[in-house]
């Protein structure tokens, strides 16, 4: 009998896997907090014999390197992938024994297209196919971005993708199964579908890179490419070089007067709290970056890299769930932390400042004399459909573009709160008065609002 236990990282999209029989298993993909693939393994009773990465990832720090380490596992990672450590290098065709007693191996397949040397990895069981690792190649209803590396290899890449599905497609049965890194919400992903498991024989049916010829296919890939997240250009090298160690202990406690003089200096103060009572009180200067939203996707996106940050958590709970998810993304360890609440925050004499909190019906209302409406959006969102006279600015140019932000009392929205929330904390910050429209986009119609499309 075989196992495929799945490690969810909802914060980035991504998914790992660690896949096994009885005595014996192999880990996927493993997230920088290698904590998770080690206690689902002992639960399973069964030693890590092999790690297995299918591409250097651009989306995340690997803990695959470590949990080799520590596990005594083989660290397999493509042979053209350029590495700084050692590791056994995979080529196509290549077969590993996972667990003789089951009968389970692996075997590795080029898949290019997400990176050059992408491979995916068939789970076999007394040499039958069941499973397919398929990384950042064939994902659920579409495949992964190819424009992560260079952009003159793009189109290049874009029509090794369509090649690659179609020889997963060609060479696997139809109810192996379609084991994914990307594509639940990850920007490593070329689109956003539906569903969170597939077989080889469903993507043939709606997969457009097996329902489409390439070069319509590529075409439309290439259109459709959405923004890359900044932190991107730092995960590829990171994780080429190989990636340190992560240290998960509560950082340093800080007291009001050390939060105010990290404020002073420029350095970063998030408050993780949900975006409701951060708008009903917060410490003025601090920004809002949910914790139970895609928290490393956005601070990692937005934060200049490196600066230092200081996190405020309403409790040790939410603290440790944060440091975990911006490990994940490269944010090592946070300079300081405070726990609480904002009256704990400010320093004697001080109290927390606050903005309001709208619907689309309530901005309908008003009156818009001395109104800026500020759509955080992307620009794929905005091809759809934006508030007449709105101003445009993405979620994450805002920090740099706040002197673009025309005078008067700002309302800024995105597509259903969160985003708002972070621009509405930017905003506060530098002073502005503001208005976040904690809505769905879809609302803005309803309430009688003049929508516009390019």
């Given amino acids: 009998m075989f196992f495929v236990d799945t490690i969810e990282a909802p914060g980035l999209g991504n998914r790992s896997?660690?896949?096994?029989?009885e005595r014996t298993a192999v880990a996927v993909d493993p997230p920088r907090d290698i904590d998770q693939v080690i206690a689902a393994a002992a639960g399973r009773g069964v030693r890590i014999s092999h790690v297995v990465e299918t591409h250097v990832h651009n989306d995340y720090v690997t803990g695959g390197l470590e949990l080799a380490r520590i596990t005594g596992a083989a660290y397999l990672v493509p042979a053209g992938a350029r590495v700084s450590f050692d590791r056994v290098p995979v080529g196509d065709g290549d077969r590993m024994e996972i667990d003789a007693v089951d009968g389970l191996a692996l075997r590795a397949v080029a898949t290019p297209g997400h990176t050059p040397h992408h491979t995916s990895y068939v789970l076999e069981e007394d040499g039958a196919a069941i499973a397919v690792f398929t990384g950042g190649s064939l994902l659920i209803g579409t495949v992964g971005r190819p424009d992560l590396?260079?952009?003159?290899?793009?189109?290049?890449?874009?029509?090794?993708?369509?090649?690659?599905?179609h020889r997963?497609?060609?060479?696997?049965?139809?109810?192996?199964?379609?084991?994914?890194?990307?594509?639940f919400g990850s920007f490593c992903s070329s689109a956003q579908a539906e569903g969170s498991d597939t077989t080889i024989g469903q993507e043939k049916a709606s997969n457009e890179a097996l329902t489409r010829d390439v070069d319509t296919f590529v075409v439309d890939l290439l259109a459709g490419l959405d923004d890359v997240p900044a932190y991107y250009t730092h995960m590829g090298p990171v994780n080429a070089a190989g990636p340190a160690p992560v240290d998960l202990t509560p950082?340093?406690?800080?007291?009001?007067?050390?939060?105010?003089?990290?404020?002073?200096?420029g350095e970063w103060v998030v408050d993780l709290r949900n975006r409701v009572a951060f708008a009903a009180g917060h410490l003025a200067g601090s920004f809002n970056f949910e914790a139970e939203g895609q928290l490393a996707t956005y601070l990692a996106w937005l934060i200049p890299w490196g600066k230092p940050v200081t996190l405020l958590a309403e409790s040790p709970e939410q603290l440790a769930a944060a440091q975990r998810e911006l490990v994940r993304v490269g944010i090592d360890r946070p300079a300081a932390a405070a726990t609480g609440g904002p009256a704990d925050w400010v320093r004697e004499g001080e109290t927390p400042t606050s903005f309001r909190r709208a619907t689309f019906a309530d901005l309908a209302g008003c009156s818009r004399d001395g109104v800026v409406v500020l759509d955080v959006r992307r620009a794929s969102e905005r091809a759809?459909?934006?508030?007449?006279?709105?101003?445009?600015?993405?979620?994450?140019?805002?920090?740099?573009r706040l002197d673009e932000v025309p005078e008067g009392e700002v309302w800024v929205h995105c597509a259903g709160g969160m985003r708002a929330a972070i621009a509405a904390s930017l905003l506060d910050a530098a002073g502005r008065d503001v208005v976040a429209v904690d809505d769905s986009f879809d609302a803005a119609g309803k309430a009688g609002l003049a929508l516009r499309t390019p």
């Fill in 17 to 21: 896997y660690l896949a096994g029989g």
């Fill in 149 to 165: 590396v260079e952009p003159r290899l793009t189109e290049q890449l874009a029509r090794a993708q369509h090649a690659s599905a």
């Fill in 168 to 183: 997963l497609a060609a060479e696997l049965p139809d109810e192996t199964a379609v084991l994914p890194t990307h594509g």
């Fill in 251 to 265: 950082p340093a406690v800080a007291d009001a007067g050390e939060i105010a003089a990290r404020l002073a200096v």
């Fill in 384 to 400: 759809d459909g934006f508030v007449e006279g709105s101003v445009h600015i993405p979620i994450h140019t805002l920090h740099r």
